[in-house]
């Protein structure tokens, strides 16, 4: 199958990386769907800031640069986000009901070839493909943050996704540049998750111990593991509300006591302490 148009599902911090880079690098036509105007706003400022980063540099030209904006339409309009669209990619919050609704307006408004893939990193892809008719046709399709810099993506597999769905996300997703790996179960976390939010998780047992200081466990990382950043410093990039929602998955899915969140992520959460996003996680990042 030949995908010609993307539809992206929200705006936020990965929907807009991912339509950029639909757009910059696989030269695809992008809707950018969201449920406000500000959102979109800010989503087309971020793409903006991040094009003209890349001019600076000179890894696109200006030209270019102003090609890819001319390829994204924002727009609040269901139906004229999902016409004559080949796939669309869900990228909004990782709230099941959210995203229930996303997956069956998509599935009501798209053609029946159309690939509904999803962003999610902790919700299970065969959950979200029973909210379609077609769950042959939904499939997870991961990407990194920043979506501009990250080379990864994984594509993960629902009980039901068709190899021929697999493989041309695949294509789309190496033409927009990245590199892939095939998750061939659905399992929480996929590859990536799996590892890293154990580990972030252990590091805050650390610090709710007392064993270190933040910034000793940051250099220790780095400089032991040449790690690009620290745990916690990824942690406030990462956003700790969704650290804790997806440990809170492997907890209930796995029904092993080795995923408990760590208290100190619980009461931070709480506290509003998200991370960059508040300005105050781990770091005080007003101060930085
Ligand atoms: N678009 C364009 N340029 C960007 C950009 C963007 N979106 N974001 C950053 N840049 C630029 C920076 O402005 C910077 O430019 P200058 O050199 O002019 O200052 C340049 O890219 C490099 O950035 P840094 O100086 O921060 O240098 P870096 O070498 O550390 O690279 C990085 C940045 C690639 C993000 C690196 O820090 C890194 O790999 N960090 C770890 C990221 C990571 O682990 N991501 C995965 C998170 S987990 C996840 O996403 C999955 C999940 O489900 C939770």
Known sequence: MEVEKITVVGAGLMGHGIAQMASQVGGYHVSLLDVDQGFL???MKWIKQSLNKFVEKGVVTRERADETLERIHPTL????????????????????EIKRGVFEKADELTSPETIIA???SSISITLLASFTGK????????????????KLVEIVKGKQTSDQTVQTVKTVAEKIGKETVIVKKDSPGFIVNRI????LNEALYL??????????????IKLGLNWPMGPFKLLDYIGLDTA????????????DSKYRPCPLLTQMVRAGLLGRKTGKGIYDWKKK
């Open 41 to 43: 706003d800010r989503g």
């Open 77 to 96: 309009n269901v139906e004229e986000a999902y016409k004559d669209t080949d796939l669309v990619i869900e990228a909004v919050p990782e709230k099941v």
């Open 118 to 120: 999803t962003n999610t």
């Open 135 to 150: 769950p042959e046709r939904v499939v997870g399709m991961h990407f990194f943050n920043p979506p501009q810099l990250m």
């Open 196 to 199: 890293l939010i154990p580990a």
């Open 207 to 220: 610090l709710w111990e007392g064993v270190a200081e933040p910034e000793d466990v940051d250099k220790a």
């Open 244 to 255: 804790l929602s997806v440990i809170n998955v492997f907890f209930e899915e796995f029904k």
